[in-house]
Antibody, heavy 122, light 109 residues
């Protein structure tokens, strides 16, 4: 059973870079057909998709965050990572990693990590 | 900027039926937007319920169903249980991009 676990600092200073890692267990991140996403949720608000990295290494980012976001993969560690630069208080949120994949009728999200709270504050 | 719109809140009685909808600012939602639906309870991560309009995951209770209705994606709960009280989010695919709706807070009362 594939599981995802986010990790990283819970506190980041303004203007610095937020760095999070999602560890995949129970399966290989290199398995074909999977999109590995980062999603965030501001306190008391809805979900915001940040971007994904495909198993091949290609990426796609939310246009509203594209200039500050980098998602990368480390297949040797079975992990993928998020870097968000020049953070402000507006980046304070719970950050989730999740998986979706292509099916014959479209795409399906299935597995989510438990989420990690990141606060941007000096 | 693409916007996906859901009802902010709905209330349903236990045992009743309720339909939540998901609209796109770009026009009618079709199966090509691969609508997904998620349930989120306070303090928990979202849980996937429906994918590609109407397909259920193995863990999705039978009382949840997905469809297209009047140009929108729809999630119907039939025979609502108290434990169905939660926030529900839809997600649509726009090529490579994924966009979440703002969520519907479902109250079972």
């Amino acid at each position: 059973q594939v599981q995802l676990q986010e990790s990283g600092p819970g506190l980041v200073k303004p203007s610095q870079t937020l760095s999070l890692t999602c560890t995949v267990s129970g399966g290989s991140i290199s398995s074909g057909g999977y999109y590995w996403s980062w999603i965030r949720q501001h306190p008391g608000k809805g979900l915001e998709w940040i971007g994904y990295i495909y198993y091949s290494g290609s990426t796609y980012y939310n246009p509203s965050l594209k200039s500050r976001v980098t998602i990368s993969v480390d297949t040797s560690k079975n992990q993928f990572s998020l870097k968000l630069t020049s953070v402000t208080a507006a980046d304070t949120a719970v950050y989730y990693c999740a998986r979706d994949y292509a099916v014959t009728t479209g795409n399906a999200f299935d597995i989510w990590g438990q989420g990690t709270m990141v606060t941007v504050s000096s | 900027q693409t916007v996906v719109t859901q009802e902010p809140s709905l209330t349903v009685s236990p045992g009743g039926t309720v339909t939540l909808t998901c609209a796109s600012s770009t026009g009618a939602v079709t199966s090509g937007y691969y609508p997904n639906w998620f349930q989120q309870k306070p303090g928990q991560a979202p849980r996937a319920l429906i994918y590609s309009t109407s397909n259920k995951h193995s863990w999705t209770p039978a009382r949840f169903s997905g469809s297209l209705l009047g140009g929108k994606a729809a999630l119907t709960l039939s025979g609502v249980q108290p434990e169905d009280e939660a926030e529900y989010y839809c997600l649509l695919y726009y090529g490579g991009a994924r966009v979440f709706g703002g969520g519907t807070k479902l109250t079972v009362l």
